[in-house]
C-alpha cells in the first residue's frame, strides 16, 4: 500500500471522510458503494462493482455466444471490460461515449460503422445498459464488421435479463 500521509478522524458516528483528491484518483464519486475489507493490521476500502460478483458467469455467457452464434460480446461494469468473449479484450476500458450511455441509460444501435472502443477497428455496434434495482452497473456490448440483426438483438436482451436476474436473486 501507498503512504499518503493523510489523517483523519472518526466522528462521533463512526464515520472519516475520504479526501477528494484520493477519490479523483481513485475515481470513487459521489454515492458510489465501497467494500471493506479487514485484515489483522488494517481496514481497506475497495470500490465495490456488483457484476464483480458474476464475472464467472457473465465470462462464460460471452464464450458460449461465441463458440455457438459468433456474437462478439463484452460486459462492462462502470469503468472497464469485466467478461470477454475472448482475453484478449478485458483490458478495455469505457471512453466518454460509453460513460455516456451509462450516465443516460440508453441502448444505443450503430447506424454505420464506427470506432468506439479504443484500440479496436470499425464496427458495428448493439449497446444495452444493464440496469440493477434501478442502479446503473454496467454495459453489454455486441460487436460486429456487418450491420446488427434482430436476432443479435434479441439475444444480447435475453443476456440482459439473464444477468439482471441472476443478480437480483442472489
Known amino acids: 500500500m501507498k503512504d499518503t500521509g493523510v489523517i483523519r478522524k472518526i466522528d462521533e458516528l463512526g464515520r472519516i471522510v475520504i479526501p477528494k483528491e484520493i477519490r479523483r484518483t481513485l475515481g470513487i464519486r459521489d454515492g458510489e458503494n465501497l467494500e471493506i475489507f479487514v ?5 481497506c476500502l475497495q470500490k465495490h462493482s456488483r457484476l464483480l460478483n458474476y464475472q ?3 465470462n462464460k455467457l460471452c464464450e458460449i455466444a461465441y463458440d455457438i452464434m459468433n456474437y462478439s460480446i463484452l460486459l462492462f461494469d462502470r469503468e472497464q471490460v469485466i467478461a470477454a468473449f475472448k482475453n484478449e479484450f478485458k483490458h478495455i476500458s469505457l471512453t466518454t461515449k460509453l460513460l455516456k450511455l451509462l450516465e443516460t441509460r ?5 447506424v454505420y460503422k464506427e470506432k468506439l472502443l479504443n484500440e479496436m477497428e470499425e464496427n458495428y455496434y ?6 440493477i ?3 446503473v452497473v454496467g454495459l453489454i456490448v455486441l460487436f460486429s464488421a456487418q450491420p446488427i440483426i434482430e436476432e443479435q438483438k434479441n439475444f444480447l436482451q435475453f443476456i ?5 436476474n441472476k443478480i437480483d436473486i442472489l
Do not use: C, V
Open 39 to 43: 485484515s489483522s493490521n488494517g481496514i
Open 56 to 58: 464467472e458467469l457473465a
Open 106 to 110: 440508453e441502448t444505443y444501435e450503430s
Open 126 to 131: 448493439y449497446i444495452i445498459p444493464l440496469i
Open 133 to 135: 434495482s434501478t442502479d
Open 160 to 164: 440482459n435479463k439473464l444477468l439482471i
